[in-house]
């Protein structure tokens, strides 16, 4: 796993998938707030003209030179939800990028975001 202090170094790195198929570049780490550890990952794909971030978690991940392995098929993740790239993850949508990968989410108990990105 990324380990925390880490993770700003990975920004820009390709990010593949289990089959070593280029998804795209690493753009943002988010990690859950009840551990601090490296949760979801955003990945810039799209057309150039076109761009977007879509979300992976990084339970599984291996991380090698210049690169991130995450356990999840490429054309899962380009499906997953996405944001523009000068957005940020909502609060009412960060369950739905959890549901879309069939991991639990698991807000605060004073219904805290369970993401915080780094």
Do not use: C
């Not at 949760?39 to 210049?66: E, K, N, Q, W």
């Amino acid at each position: 796993m990324i380990q925390t202090a880490d993770v700003r170094e990975w920004r820009t790195h390709d990010v593949v998938d289990s089959g070593g198929h280029r998804i795209g570049a690493l753009e943002a780490v988010y990690v859950d707030t009840s551990t601090d550890e490296p949760a979801m990952a955003t990945v810039l794909v799209g057309l150039p003209t076109r761009h977007r971030l879509v979300f992976v978690p990084l339970d599984g991940a291996i991380v090698g030179p210049g690169y991130v392995k995450v356990d999840y098929d490429k054309a899962l993740v380009k499906k997953s939800p996405s944001i523009g790239t000068d957005d940020v993850l909502l609060a009412e949508d960060e369950e739905a990028v959890f549901r879309y990968y069939d991991l639990t989410y698991r807000p605060g108990a004073k219904g805290e975001r369970q993401l915080a990105r780094r």
